[in-house]
């Protein structure tokens, strides 16, 4: 069977329909990359000792995952990493973002399995070979179900054996990566898996929340300094979600809410990271809630970081809601939709870069994660003509465009996604991928905008 097809460049036949091109600028040193995860992409989740996580959990559950699914095979790029290095080499992509399975390289959380690294071994060379620089993230959500029935993030321990965890990749890989990412958006780990639990673990134990922000903050910094230990040439950094919003009004009622929601949700992470130790306004705002810093975190979680990572998709709009403690609730926008009812908010890269250098001052950025899901199918021709995705990107690359040429230090910019795969609760229902990705017999197709992609890279890079 042909597991990857290719069809015709639609550089003729899309004339008139493929967007105006995202305005190209010039990248001396700017990194075009893609972006995936392990549970998302991998499958594999038996194989060579890897042990369950949160997630294999999480979705074998009944009605946690639309439609029953679970990640089990999803793209089974553990076995067909190949075919989408090349797809990569063939894009023209100078990075490749993917995170490790700490199930699969400590199954128990604790314990190294030798076994658990071939897989990454022979990713990261075929990558290096085809001029990709590595980008690994330690977490993107997959805690080893071991350290969950110990606690999970509730425990001190977790982080103390992420630390462990990240020595343990940096000895194995440090050689090959010169690019790490600690975590990938804490706050929906701890949000979305503790508070509201529509994320693994699925709890719902708000009093508790801070206390996992807190730990996770601790993992991180402690992943800081083991890199800085095992490597003197390594950069690290973490990915949060985008932590701007846009307040529903113009009022001076209006900001409340949404000064709210930063301290709750972005600076709450960005603040003991700059060391600034937590807002003032969480312990008077949620006086259950407790944040158990011990002597010398903060220290810890504050140790410097070499760039800042954003994923930025959109801004969610806030207003005020006094019915909970939050004192904000999200409310519908009149901005334009894409198919899976997220907002178009092109100026949400800038904004978003503007108001961290703003607030934290001047660093090195990335924007870790940008894109768009719709219902994808090919056509009779076999051909994904994602027109909706192509004008998506032109508007958010003429953003980023905009950024760069305001002086805002962002240096990469990291589509999200590669290839179609597992997107969480929702399922495989929502399309991210440039490569459309047949679930049932693993075809890679090359969607319109995967060339639309391409030819915005290579036109950046200039002649020769």
Known sequence: MQRCRRVTQPDENMKGREGKGGTPFSTDGFLWGVATAAYQV????????????????????????????NADRTCDQFHRWREDVALMKELGVGAYRFSLAWPRVMPDGKTLNPAGFDYYHRLIDALLESGIRPCPTLYHWDLPQA??????????????????????????????????????EPQCVAYFGYETGDHAPGCRRPQDVFRVVHHLNLAHGLAVRALRAASADGRVGIALQQPLA???????????????????????????LYGRGYPDSLAARYPDRTIPVREGDL??????????????????????????????????????????????????????????AEEYGSQSIYITENGCAGPDRPDADGRCRDTYRIAFLDQYWNSLRTAVDAGLPIHGYFLWSLIDNFEWNHGFGPRFGLVYCDFDTLERIPKDSFYHYQRHIAQSKGPG
């Open 42 to 69: 991998e499958g594999a989740v038996r194989e060579d000792g890897r042990g369950p996580s949160i997630w294999d959990t999480f979705a074998h559950a009944p009605g946690k995952i639309a439609n029953g699914e």
């Open 299 to 356: 220290e810890v979680i504050a140790s410097p970081c070499d760039f800042l990572g954003l994923n930025v998709y959109f801004r969610e709009t806030v207003a005020r809601d006094e019915s909970g403690s939050d004192g904000f609730r999200t409310v519908q926008s009149d901005f334009p939709k894409t198919p899976v009812q997220w907002d178009i908010d092109p100026e949400a890269i800038e904004a978003n870069a503007r108001w961290v």
């Open 246 to 272: 846009r307040a529903a009004g113009r009022g001076e009622d209006d900001l409340q809410p949404l000064e709210a929601k930063l301290d709750k949700q972005a600076r709450i992470f960005l603040d003991p």
């Open 147 to 184: 350290l969950q029935d110990g606690g999970g993030w509730e425990a001190r321990d977790t982080a103390l054996r992420f630390g462990d965890y990240a020595a343990a990749c940096y000895r194995a890989l440090a050689d090959r990566v010169s690019q790490w990412f600690t975590i990938n």
